[in-house]
């Protein structure tokens, strides 16, 4: 197959203009120059107002990892003058900061950056891949490593990529924390899967276990053996294992690949012989583990009477699992490694009524990385230094809106008078008159995401301006059980209209929700979501916006159908006309009654431009008004700051364009 990738080069953000001759190419095929950058399409955007330009704003730091003896992270920020990603060192006792790794815009952002020793750093880069045969982009990673001070850059694994295909080449099992030249990684070959020794320095690869072909995943102990692979063919999938000192690989469980059953293997403990898997057990997912050696009985480690166990908690280069994470309320922790709970229960005394994340650990166990946060916090970063006794702030998340007040986000759990259960989260602008607010309903971005209390920046924005947001979970989402999921993705979207129609009606019977002035906002699938809602209840709202939504579920289905199973087409799409049409908004143009805003990144890979081209083109040939905004080289995370402030702006005027801002409270805070 003929693969033209569109990859970035890496850059060290120090290098000379001349430099940029020298760049080192991520892909062996080459790369598209960016060129000069291009505003966004649609009518010219109104004045920047100053409240997007805080909430538009980039966290200071993301994806910190701390370096193996604690006394440095590296991170990414963006970069305000390019407006990327670029990734950063910090040295804690000098206080110094150093720039290693920049990305290039409109090619390849970095993802992320780890330490595989005390001066080597590996940083992923993401970057968008075309394959003519189905005319179809898709996300592609590589690695670059580099040293802590920022010199010897070099673009790994080149010599497999100039005679192979790989998609992904960032999938790290294990930093190998006792061969620090080398961390173990995926490898793939020309579609087949293997596991293979990663150089940190030359880039050479030596083979651990062959590539095969449809292997899905591998998990690898916290010696940096690989255990356990999975088998998906035709729907079904089959997992095996391999002991420590064994080379055979043997059967330990098959079934049909679904979200909604039972096998999910999550890790290893420090004990070779202990996997920890998340098992379905009356209807709830469990956490379990289990001597994958001597095989017995698995044992329950966790469980919530009323959610999922959603994930673990992994700590260190070795990935151990120390703890279990659910959703309540909000984003939960139960940790049984004993060190680890008496850690948490001392830091949630420090930063009492915040959720905290331990985040990282340096080898010998004596420092680690905090973040903590809130409904109404951006959050901040700290470093515990468990021999010193001290924990030291590292850099508040959004200093930017230090000035901006910020409002209270409550869960929002109902029953109906029809036994219907209403989830969700409702923020309620913090200044103001307490009566019934002009709403903002805000569906969440993922199809199976669960909903949590948190900092969230859209909403606040919306808040900040005097609306009141609603942001529901809804029947097909994850983390309430098999039976509360149902039909899930897209096929379910009448149960999810539903869902959300029933809880905008107990916030107007409670006085929080103007029934006069309500719109609907969604990203992502809630952009999906927000459309059908707007559709479905035509004579309830004044107004839709779409960012970065499905329109047209055919098209989408056509797009992709070669690469998905039929199983997965059954479970999320469905084949069903009531589902393909009259769930695709699209295609029921003509239905719209309430104002329209369509906001499409133009390089988004998951999706694409076609999809908000179709609905501007059915609305603009039903004679129906829409405005739409296309982002020239964006991707689907907006992840240009650039791009965040002049949404939000238009976003903020639209909303207030249509539901009359006589009630904004609050005025404009200088965000400068």
Request: glycine fraction near 10%.
């Amino acid at each position: 197959m003929h693969v033209r990738a569109r990859l970035p080069r890496a850059v060290p953000i120090w290098a000379p203009p001349l430099a940029l001759a020298l760049l080192i190419a991520l892909h062996p095929h080459g790369t598209r120059g960016a060129g000069p950058a291009k505003p966004a399409a649609g009518d010219s955007p109104p004045n920047v107002d100053r409240l997007a330009r805080a909430f538009g704003a980039s966290p200071t730091m993301w994806r910190p990892h701390l370096s193996p003896d604690g006394e440095r992270v590296v991170f990414l920020r963006q970069h305000r003058g390019d407006d990327v990603p670029v990734a950063m060192s910090l040295d804690f006792a000098s206080g110094e900061s150093k720039l290693l790794l920049a990305s290039l815009d409109e090619e390849f952002d970095l993802l992320d950056c780890g330490w595989a020793n005390e001066s080597r750093i590996l940083c992923a880069y993401l970057g968008a891949m075309f394959v003519p045969y189905n005319d179809a982009f898709y996300s592609t990673t590589r690695v670059v490593g580099v040293d802590a001070d920022g010199s010897d850059m070099k673009a790994l694994m080149q010599g497999r990529l100039r005679s192979s295909f790989a998609q992904y080449e960032h999938q790290i099992l294990n930093w190998l924390p006792d061969e620090p030249e080398q961390v173990l990684i995926l490898t793939e070959e020309n579609f087949e899967t293997g596991v293979g020794k990663l150089n940190v320095r030359s880039g050479r690869v030596s083979r651990v276990v062959r590539p095969k072909p449809r292997i899905d995943a591998y998990v690898a102990d916290t010696q940096g053996r690989p255990r356990l692979r999975s088998f998906v063919y035709r729907g079904k999938s089959e997992w095996f294992h391999r002991s420590p000192d064994g080379r055979r690989w043997r059967s330990i469980w098959e079934g049909p690949w679904s979200s909604k059953v039972g096998f999910h293997p999550v890790g290893f403990g420090e004990d070779p012989s202990s996997l920890f898997a998340l098992r379905r057990d009356e209807d709830r997912l469990k956490l379990f583990s289990e001597d994958i050696v001597e095989g017995g009985r698995p044992e329950l480690v966790f469980e919530h009477d009323m959610v999922d166990v959603v994930g673990v908690e992994k700590l260190g280069p070795t990935g151990r699992v120390v703890g279990a994470r659910f959703i309540t309320d909000r984003i939960r922790s139960h940790y049984f490694d004993p060190s680890i709970r008496a850690l948490e229960k001392t830091i949630r005394k420090s930063l009492p009524g915040k959720s905290v994340q331990i985040v990282d650990e340096s080898r010998d166990r004596d420092v680690y990385l905090i973040f903590a946060d809130g409904d109404a916090d951006p959050g901040t970063w700290y470093r515990l230094d468990l021999a010193a006794g001290r924990m030291t702030r590292i850099a508040a998340s959004r200093p930017v809106l230090r000035d901006v007040e910020l409002s209270a986000s409550t869960p929002f759990h109902r029953t109906g008078t029809d036994g219907k259960t209403m989830l969700g989260y409702v923020t309620r602008p913090s200044t103001g008159s307490p009566g019934p607010r002009p709403l903002v309903v805000m569906p969440q971005g993922l199809p199976w995401g669960e909903g949590a209390w948190a900092f969230d920046w859209l909403g606040q924005f919306l808040a900040a301006r005097g609306f009141a947001v609603y942001q529901p979970s809804f029947r097909g989402t994850a983390g309430f059980g098999v039976l509360w999921m149902g039909e899930s993705g897209f096929q379910g979207w009448r149960e999810i209209v539903s869902d959300i129609d029933a809880g905008v009606d107990a916030l107007i019977a409670e006085g929080v929700a103007d029934p006069d002035r309500i719109c609907a906002v969604g990203r992502r699938f809630g952009g999906y979501v927000a459309l059908l809602t707007a559709l479905e209840h035509p004579e309830r709202y004044d107004c839709v916006v779409s960012i970065a939504g499905v329109t047209d579920l055919r098209l989408l289905l056509n797009r992709y159908r070669a690469g998905l199973t039929s199983r997965y087409v059954e479970e999320v799409f469905s084949l069903d006309p009531a589902v393909l049409d009259d769930g695709s908004p699209a295609r029921r143009a003509r239905d719209f009654r309430a104002a329209v805003l369509a906001i499409q990144p133009e390089e988004d890979v998951f999706v694409r431009k076609e999809q908000g081209r179709a609905l501007r083109d059915a609305m603009r040939t039903s004679g129906k008004t829409i405005d739409y905004v296309e982002y020239a080289g964006e991707w689907h995370s907006m992840r240009k700051e650039a791009n965040r402030i002049d949404m939000l702006t238009r976003v903020g005027a639209f909303l207030e364009k249509h539901l009359d801002d006589a009630s904004r409270e609050p005025g404009p805070v200088d965000a400068d």
